[in-house]
């Protein structure tokens, strides 16, 4: 990844500064390619990396990782073509059932996932859906709520992997299973809001199994140098397309064989 840097080191934490802003004090920022129009999906990376050391030199600590844009819905949605992974911390983990607080978000939307925990580490290149099946300890739903820092939702894909895949919050919950118990391509998902079906999809939305998402994740880690610890949580991407939310908006995600994750956003 590094042969495609066009950004300086200067700029990587400039970027990242600005980054971290828009997170940390939920304000809208222009897309960083209109300052930076050369950027690269390498350049993207730098500055998630940089954001992810800060975070940790801060004391958050990394609990996992998401792949991002691995559904066709998806992709449509943000107009872009390839996947992105990004990070995830303790502070971004809200329990379920839980009131979720919308005034340290600018544009948040909730997407259901289906989340895997690691019993094994893996390490790319070569990463393939077998590989995580053998080293997944189970799967869970879960609910990824995403916040694109970016005005207007304008973007590319170098903007969004800098911002961290609009990584926000995340809610796991339901009932956790073996992967062997379950075939993981067919499985349904509805999302309620406000006691209204709002979305659905089938799990094979993501990349024709969901294993293939982690797969082509850690296939990136070891582009940026990092494998996929044991014990890791890891989402493996929106079935369906994000639904936008507000104060007072309940959601339930409802998956067949893995029962259902709900919350409530407040001011
Ligand atoms: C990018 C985040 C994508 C997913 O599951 O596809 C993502 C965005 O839509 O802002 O988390
Ligand atoms: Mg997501």
């Not at 990242?16 to 920022?29: L, S």
């Not at 300052?35 to 998630?48: H, K, L, N, R, S």
């Not at 996947?83 to 995830?88: A, D, K, N, T, Y």
């Not at 994000?242 to 407040?266: C, H, N, T, Y």
Request: with cysteine; glycine share 8%; charged share 20%.
């Amino acid at each position: 990844m590094s042969s495609n840097l066009t950004l300086s080191r200067e700029d990587i934490v400039r970027l990242c500064e600005r980054v971290e802003g828009a997170q940390t004090r939920a304000y809208a920022i222009p897309k960083l390619t209109d300052e930076y129009p050369d950027m690269t999906i390498a350049d993207g990376y730098a500055v998630q990396s940089e954001l992810r050391r800060r975070f940790i030199a801060k004391g958050h600590k990394l609990v996992g990782w998401k792949a991002g844009l691995t559904s066709k819905a998806k992709m449509q949605q943000m107009g872009v073509s390839v996947p992105s992974i990004g990070f995830l911390t303790d502070r971004m983990a809200r329990p379920e059932s839980s009131a979720i607080s919308t005034s340290d978000l600018v544009h948040p939307r909730v997407e259901c996932e289906v989340a895997f925990v690691m019993k094994e580490t893996l390490q790319g290149p070569g990463c393939t859906a077998a590989d995580v099946l053998a080293a997944t300890d189970y799967v869970l739903p879960a609910v990824e709520i995403i916040d694109s820092r970016f005005s207007g939702f304008k973007f590319d894909l170098a903007s969004v992997i800098a911002d961290n895949g609009s990584s926000a919050r995340f809610v796991g919950g339901g009932r956790a299973r073996y992967v062997e118990d379950l075939d993981l391509r067919t499985l349904g998902v509805v999302m309620e809001k406000n006691g209204e079906i709002v979305t659905l999809g089938a799990s094979a939305a993501v990349l024709g199994h969901p294993a293939e998402a982690i797969a082509m994740l850690v296939n990136i880690l070891a582009e940026l140098g990092e494998n996929l610890p044991a014990g890791s949580f890891v989402m493996s991407g929106g079935i369906t397309e994000a639904i936008p939310v507000k104060p007072g908006d309940s959601i339930v995600a409802r998956f067949q064989e893995l029962g259902s994750v709900s919350m409530r956003f407040v001011e």
